[in-house]
């Protein structure tokens, strides 16, 4: 049975694919921050899934799996008092603030710009390391990856279609095409390329990492 984190590392690997034309287990490792051994269950698991054998990733089966998050890796709370992290779902800045209803929710995670209901991320530690690296396309899958466990209709479309165009994933099966969330979701995405373009032209020499920014006001 597959667990949430290995969502998280089935779309990273995709990413990866889509941006450089090759992934591997150390890439991935690398951008999620996740320790060697929960890679490597993780992967195990996939494998059994088919959705990976050695480097090849099946796209079509990922696409396919995205509908029934909510049912095979549902959102799980982490309390009903407000916490200090990074908001995520429908109120992450990748959805550009298109949703306002509701209180916004968050990954938990010490020194973070935001405040919300905290939900249990994808795996514990990738929340700080994206506060970390400031990687906003990692960032915005993740909290796409959220708003299509837990998100209301027009929050899950536009969370599936963030994806599809973000890691280069075909059209999920089921899934009417709707011109307006394409659109809108293809300029999110360039602006989050265009972005990490113009971040790594301008990257300290020593390599630092800004703080994602926050969604608030």
Known sequence: MLRPVDIGVALEAALTLELVGRWAPADIRHNLGLPRATLSESLDRLAAAGLVRDRFLHRGVLASLLPVLPHIVPIRSG???AVQGLHTGFAAPAFAGQ?????PLVWAVAGGPDIGLPIDPLHPRIPAHLLASGDEQ???MLAWVDAVRGGRARE???GIEGLRRLCGLPPSPGIRPQPAIEALMGE???GLRRAAE???LESPADGGAPL???SGP
């Open 138 to 140: 990692r960032y915005a």
């Open 212 to 214: 994602l920014r926050s």
């Open 156 to 158: 899950v479309a536009h």
């Open 79 to 81: 309390g009903q008092v």
């Open 99 to 103: 949703f306002r209803a509701g209180a």
């Open 198 to 200: 113009a971040e790594d």
């Open 188 to 190: 999110i995405v360039d």
